[in-house]
């Protein structure tokens, strides 16, 4: 059996699972677009550019554990490199295709379009390489042996690999005999069977206990041997902010979100004075533990990550949590003693005048959310309002926390929709981060999605206000824009779109939206100033953090 480079390359990508392409066209890249298009079980889906493109193959990571996104030499990789470093922060495998000049043009180093013009054909991969856990160019003598090595660090490491493929090889054949079976790292077994015994003795001698649920277990496909744990054990668990809804929010041993001590003292005071915390793949950066007010002695955590583990303080390498959890679930148990009870935002509460505020608006939007959702909210005002709603069960809730990219989430929004097309799909953003990515709602019309768009627009980047020392500097402005017209100018036909400026209207809106089966966009209207706890709270210590600037 034969096959080109590129049919090869694609041949695999399906294998995975992975449907759709996510790119810009362009001249280097066109034996890869090519191939897509012919290709009747790929579907090409052209972007409106490479970084949104980027963003969107990281929103069908989510959903379904891989993706693909094709872009042209330097132009077009170089737009998408932010979106793959939040892939490779946020642990989502993207398979990065590039398409590159001919072999013989830079063989000869000639001076081409899409480059510095000094003949260097290898510097954008080599910018590459710090954003992708494995890295290859494709030639027809290695391409089957290093798609098995790509794929294989993607799996295992569940971020991003580079795959550049020089336009005349892409279209080269191949001898294909049938794939190798993938063999994913094992763990060491005299450390693992050690770790094992270490967390069972701990686990078994602790006087009060409980569980940090990390995005990790959805990343490595862990869901099920996490529950099982939790089941066996019955211990009370929590999420951080990074982490929400990886876990059901509905079962009576979840306790709530764990912010150190900006939110939810009660599950803090709980979780801190437990002597043994198993923490199961959760970062403990500074979103997730409230700007590190979080206080959990080192000896009283173990924690649980991708390729080690750490115990008293004492780092175990070489075990890997696809392994480790699997045989945890087998052999833990323990006696829980006491819990808390997990509690959401309440009622909402409208004010007087009637204006949209964060006591209405986010417990509003709690009651909204029903079972098989998936929700993007983007980094800011939004995520951080909806962070302690209580989700029913089998929600997908997703922001990216670690990297922060304003914008990610309306591109990411759109690949979760494509991923899985049968549930609905929720857009929560800020104006300011919508406008880096507006121009993408487009492709939802495109491709006869449905998405539930919620626009909350507060004059500016509110997040950014809190954060600094000067909140009314015009760099925190952005210019106002017509935004319940946007669909149609985009494009949308037919969608609901909506202004609302008060509790009433937006009750009403989200009425509607529980009747009609369309696309909506919906425009939020709220005070500049108005936001949630969470984000004052948090505003408080990253603003006293930030150094003034001296004057005069």
Known sequence: ??????????????????????????????????????????????NCNELNAAYAADGYARLKGVAALASTFAVG?????????????????????????????????????????DGDFDVFYKAAQSFACAHAILTPENCVSEMNRLITHALSQRRPVYIGIPADYAVQRIAISKAKPL????????????VISLIAHKLQNSESACALIGSLISR??????????????????????????????????????????????????FIENCDCILNIGAAMSD??????????????????????????????????????????????????????????????????????????LYPRFEKFIKQNDIVFADTGTFSMGLGFALLPKEVSFQTQSLWGSIGWATPAALGAALAAPHRRVILATGEGSHQLTAQEISQFARWGLKPLIFVLNNDGYLIERLFCHQPEAYYNDVHPWNYAQLPATLGCKNWYCQTVTTCEELDRVLNTLERIDTAAYIEIMTDKYEASELLKKMGEIIRAGIPKAHTA
């Open 1 to 46: 059996m034969t096959q080109t480079v590129i049919e090869h390359v694609l041949s695999r990508l399906q294998d995975l699972g992975i449907n759709d392409i996510f790119g810009v066209a362009g001249d280097y890249a066109f034996p890869i677009n090519d191939a897509v298009c012919a290709n009747p079980n790929l579907r090409w889906v052209g």
């Open 77 to 117: 990789e170089l737009s998408a490199l932010n979106g793959i470093a939040g892939a490779y922060a946020e642990r989502l495998p993207i398979f990065h295709l590039v398409g590159m000049p001919s072999s013989h043009i830079q063989k000869n180093q000639r001076i081409m379009h899409h480059t510095l013009g």
């Open 183 to 194: 063999v994913l790292p094992t763990s060491r077994p005299d450390t693992l069977k050690k």
């Open 220 to 269: 490595f496909d862990l869901v099920k041997e996490t529950e099982a744990i939790i089941k066996s054990t019955h211990l009370p668990y929590a999420t951080m902010f990074m982490d929400k809804g990886v876990l059901n929010e509905t079962d009576p041993q979840y306790m709530g979100m764990y912010s150190g001590h900006l939110m939810n003292l009660a599950v803090a005071d």
């Open 287 to 360: 979103v997730n533990t409230g700007c590190f007010s979080a206080n959990i002695l080192p000896d009283n955590l173990i924690q649980i990550m991708d390729d080690h583990v750490v115990i008293d303080s004492i780092v175990y390498t070489q075990v890997y949590i696809y392994e480790l959890l699997n045989e945890l679930k087998d052999i833990l148990t323990f006696i829980p003693s006491t819990s808390i009870k997990a509690h959401g935002l309440g009622n909402p509460i409208s004010n007087n005048e009637g204006k949209i505020t964060s006591s209405y």
